[in-house]
């Protein structure tokens, strides 16, 4: 018994300094969905219903001008996840991996292990073929986590029975499905109940924790089972249209993002209806599966230290400029939902209209959670000013890649210049006048200084965002180098080398 007691007196006295340097730290939950765009209801749409994610809004600070720096999900997530611009990692195709070109980068979950927490990982973080990848480590980075979770649903083994528009494969063109069962059985109902068991985990032992929670949906097939269907009436949605001759007022290389999904051209009303509407019911069923992971949170007062991140890889076209899907250089495909909700905050509730870009995540949730200074190459600028004061503006501009054009965003308006193109080179649209980015006023004279001006711009930021950061090995991918195939690295992680 004495020998006991003298054990638990060493543990308690061992165990004390730690849970007091936990208690000092904030936690973050890190929540990644998939081609999620601004169609909920704390960004205002009619139709579709978010409680859960408004809720989360409510508690937090919602950004309304918050970008990505690639409409696609390998580099956007690349991005992010290294704090370097696609360009500066290597990841400018979808299955690039950056540790092919940056071997010893310090990515931002490794930061915060780096600084004594526990990273993990359930789901989708870094690249998956999505649905394909499922199950697997996908395209992920084994050195940022602890440890990785893969779950995999019922919808993964029932792909046979969704509908889609051709017979390329679902991830990759529109395709749905209304599925039987419980929300629990999905994948992404699977990734809400590991990371609610990490959860439970963390709140017992009290290590401080980064937690990634990365959801697959909406992305296509959009799946949902039927009660998330039954939410809409598909008379109720409107379908977005572009006037005749619309096309022949942008650059080629604008014109070809918009057209690439030859199989998504000129789609009947119906069609487009019936995907819209499968769309909205897999954002509801996304929202339940967010609200069941912020509820544990909350049940086990890990909220009153932990940072909350809810984002997105990048935008979605539902319609807008003719275009379905992701990829282009507009506001649809660049902008991204993303609320911050930190314990104590004095802005609860509020919004900014602050221009912030995803590469901004790193420095930012470093700040907030007191972590030292991340590497000198981690590009990008901390927002956590706004969090006190949403009328700072941490930048000016917000930048974006995509197939060598390069897009900014300031407050009012949206430049983009195609190096390459023969002929127009240029878009420029005025958000005051023309939020839907439907009239190129590039070349117009009312415009030309402003053109000039966002031209001079546009280069600072481009050659900023081009160049090889300091401190940081840089091997330059092959022209033709597309990366990691997905059976490449299914086959790599079965060997257990992924």
């Not at 004390?16 to 890190?30: D, M, Q, Y």
């Not at 009660?227 to 409107?238: G, N, Q, T």
Request: charged letters at 20%; glycine letters at 8%.
């Amino acid at each position: 018994m004495k020998r006991a007691f003298r054990l638990t007196l060493l543990f308690v006295a061992a165990a004390a300094p730690i849970a007091a340097l936990a208690a000092e730290r904030l936690n973050v939950l890190f929540i990644m969905t998939d081609d999620l765009n601004n169609n909920m209801g704390a960004y205002g749409h009619p139709l579709v219903q978010t409680p859960h994610m408004d809720r989360l809004a409510s508690e937090g600070l919602v950004f309304v001008k918050a970008y990505c720096n690639y409409p696609q999900c390998g580099p956007s997530r690349a991005s992010f996840m290294t704090g370097l611009y696609p360009e500066q990692s290597g990841v400018t195709r979808l299955r690039r991996m950056f540790r092919d070109y940056v071997p010893d980068v310090v990515t931002l979950s490794q930061h915060f292990m780096n600084n004594g927490y526990t990273a993990a990982r359930v789901g989708k973080i870094y690249h998956y073929d999505n649905p394909d990848g499922i199950g697997t480590h996908g395209h992920d980075d084994k050195h940022s986590w602890t440890e990785r979770i893969n779950p995999v649903g019922r919808d993964f083994h029932e792909e046979h029975l969704v509908t889609a528009i051709s017979d390329k494969p679902i991830g990759g063109t529109l395709s749905w499905m209304v599925a039987e069962g419980t929300d629990e059985e999905q994948t992404d109902g699977k990734v809400a109940t590991e990371s609610i068991k990490l959860l439970e985990k963390y709140a017992a032992s009290g290590e401080p924790f980064f937690l990634g929670v990365g959801f697959f949906k909406p992305h296509t097939p959009f799946v949902a089972p039927k009660k998330y269907f039954d939410l809409y009436d598909p008379a109720d949605i409107e379908i977005p249209r572009v006037p005749t001759g619309y096309f022949d007022t942008l650059p080629y290389p604008a014109m070809r993002t918009l057209k690439v999904r030859r199989d998504q051209v000129d789609l009947p009303e119906e069609t487009k209806r019936t995907a819209i509407h499968a769309y909205y019911a897999t954002i509801s069923f996304l929202d339940a599966q967010v609200g069941r992971v912020l509820n544990v949170l909350e049940e086990l007062g890990l909220a009153d230290n932990t940072i909350v991140l809810f984002s997105s890889d990048h935008g979605y076209h539902m319609g807008e400029h003719e275009h379905f899907q992701k990829t282009t250089l507009f506001e649809q495909s660049a902008r991204v939902p993303l609320i911050l909700s930190l314990p104590g905050m004095t802005t609860r509730g509020q919004r900014t209209s602050s221009i912030v870009e995803m590469i901004d995540f790193y420095r930012t949730l470093g700040d907030l959670a007191g972590l030292p200074e991340p590497p000198p190459y981690v590009q990008g600028v901390s927002f956590a000013p706004v969090l006190k004061d949403p009328a700072y503006q941490p930048r000016e501009s917000a930048l974006m890649y995509l197939w060598g054009g390069y897009t900014l965003r300031t407050n009012r308006y949206r430049y983009t210049w195609w190096p390459q193109a023969e002929g127009l080179k240029a878009e420029l649209y005025d958000h005051l006048n023309d939020p839907g980015e439907m009239v190129n006023l590039a070349g117009d004279a009312n415009y030309a200084d402003v053109q000039q001006s966002l031209h001079a711009l546009w280069e600072e930021r481009v050659e900023g965002a081009s160049v090889t950061p300091t401190g940081l090995s840089f091997t330059p991918p092959e022209p033709d180098d597309n990366g990691i195939s997905t059976k490449d690295a299914i086959r790599l992680f079965n060997e257990g080398k992924m």
